[in-house]
């Protein structure tokens, strides 16, 4: 995954200082939102239920992926470790997810720089403060899963992320039973032979 790095500058050169912020982004803003399909075309359920059994960090990012298009993921409330859910349509065709979770904390350095610049018909020197803000990973992980949706069928897909790069991804379809409770069995896989990325 590529990360585009954005240096916001402030220049203040009566004070002599520079404050830099440096923050790695996923580049998801990039990519467009699913659109689910309307409730009266052809489609699936997809229950999504993420659970975060540890904070390594005291900022979370997430990241919902479904071919190639951003998912809303369910919001914290202030509270890391309490399990969230959300629902979804999704259309009857190969469904590759992927879920990522990053927990960080941000901090920032300060240094003494020297500059030149021109003053007249000389070249005049000079120095300054730079203030850097940089994000640091405490702890992130990664993982995906792909699955063949059938029409008016139900899923359950269950996010857990243990530890740094420790956490899963699994699908799972609930079939309703005789005492009108569900039973969730594996999905079923994606036929075609050649994975998306």
């Not at 470790?81 to 960080?104: D, G």
Request: proline share 7%; aromatic share 8%.
């Amino acid at each position: 995954m590529h990360e585009r790095v954005p240096i916001a500058m402030k220049r203040v050169w009566g004070a002599s200082t520079i404050t830099v912020t440096i923050m790695a982004t996923s580049g998801l803003g990039c990519m467009p939102l699913y659109v689910e399909p309307p409730p009266t075309a052809p489609h699936a359920l997809v229950k999504i239920r993420i659970a975060n059994h540890d904070a390594p960090g005291p900022s979370l990012e997430e990241s919902l992926v479904l071919n190639k298009h951003r998912v809303k993921v369910p919001k914290t409330e202030g509270d890391f470790l309490v399990a969230r859910a959300s629902a979804l349509r999704v259309r009857l065709e190969p469904a590759y997810w992927s879920m990522q979770t990053t927990f960080y904390h941000t901090y920032t350095t300060t240094s003494t720089q020297s500059y030149s610049y021109g003053c007249g018909k000389s070249t005049c020197t000079g120095t300054r403060t730079v203030t850097q803000t940089h994000r640091a990973i405490d702890g992130a992980c990664k993982a995906t899963v792909a699955f063949s949706p059938e029409v008016n069928q139900m899923y359950l897909l269950q996010y857990d992320f243990f530890a740094n790069d420790q956490c899963r991804l699994q699908c799972m379809m609930q079939l309703p039973n005789a005492e009108g409770s569900f039973e969730l069995t594996p999905c079923a896989a994606v036929e075609s032979t050649s994975a998306q990325k």
